[in-house]
């Protein structure tokens, strides 16, 4: 069998960390399945604004095609549909085995950890996600609000600030520069799961809940400023030795015409070493679910999977394969 890219990188003891960056409200398909309203020209998709990347996956070409080529290389499109309308109902589908955090479930599943769950920064978790639910393996989470919190020496805090443009005086973790440093912090802090909301934009408990904007201008508007920091941040954590980081891209669901309404799913981004450039599926033109979507515990299979740990049969199976090296 032929070499992977990061084959040089791996290592037996690699270890593996899953980063869920949350877009909160639910972004419009035009992101991660750009190529569903060509025809149509919903959400403002034009040949002139998407990029294709391979296998099937065509992305906004300003957003999630202009992060760099080891993101662009291992970046897959997974549809999923819970069939469910209200946003907490949907967040919970997202995030809940029931009463279970799908967060703590996967940290248990992956090596021991000094801080095996953590959620950063001022926003938290979404409205209507359990705050307290029960722990897994003794495993419970805990909230990160200052960039020391993850414990680091101080060269190396140092580093991670100035790659952000994170000021050196500072400590609350509560814009987008600010999360991005303390996600890596955790990661270099072996952390194995971190959950953080990254839109500071818009209305806090729901900063992709973008009704009405059939065109996705404003959609458009909240992702540019996460954009670069995304891009420092994909770099460094997929060049980052013996580390195996998938990060994953979300929010409860997507958005359909007209009126760029609530999705009874939607399609998630997934960026990870062993991931192969892909879709698996497309949204349709009014912006519902791919007829193919898998419920959401597939979602967290295919992490698992990609993550290449024991536990990943916890999460059952998933139909995507063909996206994972």
Avoid at 28 to 49: P, R, Y
Avoid at 110 to 117: I, K, R, V
Avoid at 199 to 227: C, N, V, W, Y
Avoid at 257 to 270: E, F, K, S
Wanted: proline share 7%.
């Amino acid at each position: 069998m032929a070499l992977g890219p990061f084959d040089a990188l791996a290592s037996p003891r690699e270890r593996p960390a899953l980063v869920v960056l949350w877009l909160n409200g639910g972004p419009a398909g035009l992101f991660n399945s750009a190529d569903a309203f060509l025809a149509n020209g919903a959400f403002g998709v034009t040949s002139g604004n998407i990029r294709a990347l391979g296998h099937g996956l065509y992305v906004d070409a300003a957003s999630l095609g202009a992060l760099p080529p080891v993101a662009l290389a291992h970046m897959a499109a997974v549809p999923f549909k819970h069939g469910l309308y209200s946003h907490n109902d949907a967040r919970v589908g997202m995030l809940q085995a029931g009463p279970r955090s799908q967060l703590l479930r996967m940290a248990a599943a992956l090596p021991g950890s000094p801080l095996p769950c953590a959620i950063v920064n001022r926003l938290g978790l979404p409205v209507g996600v359990a705050s307290d639910p029960p722990a897994e393996r003794g495993i419970a989470w805990q909230h990160v609000h200052r960039f020391a919190d993850a414990g680091l020496a101080a060269a190396e805090r140092e580093d991670i600030r100035h790659a952000y443009g994170v000021s050196q005086g500072g400590s609350a973790v509560e814009d987008l520069p600010g999360t991005f440093a303390a996600v890596e912090a955790l990661i270099r802090a072996d952390t194995s799961v971190v959950f953080a909301q990254i839109a500071f934009t818009g209305r806090e408990d729901r900063q992709f809940d973008t009704h009405h904007d059939d065109s996705g201008k404003l959609a458009r508007q909240i992702m540019a400023p996460i954009t670069p920091g995304l891009s420092v941040f994909l770099q460094r954590m997929l060049t980052l030795r013996g580390r195996n980081v998938v990060t994953l891209l979300t929010g409860e669901f997507s958005r359909t015409l007209p009126g760029a309404d609530h999705a009874q799913g939607g399609t998630a981004t997934v960026i990870g070493k062993y991931l192969r450039t892909g879709s698996a599926g497309r949204q349709l033109p009014d912006g519902s679910p791919s007829e193919n979507s898998a419920v959401p515990e597939a979602l967290w299979a295919f992490l698992a999977a990609a993550l290449r740990v024991d536990g990943a049969a916890a999460f059952g199976n998933h139909p995507h394969s063909q996206l994972l090296i």
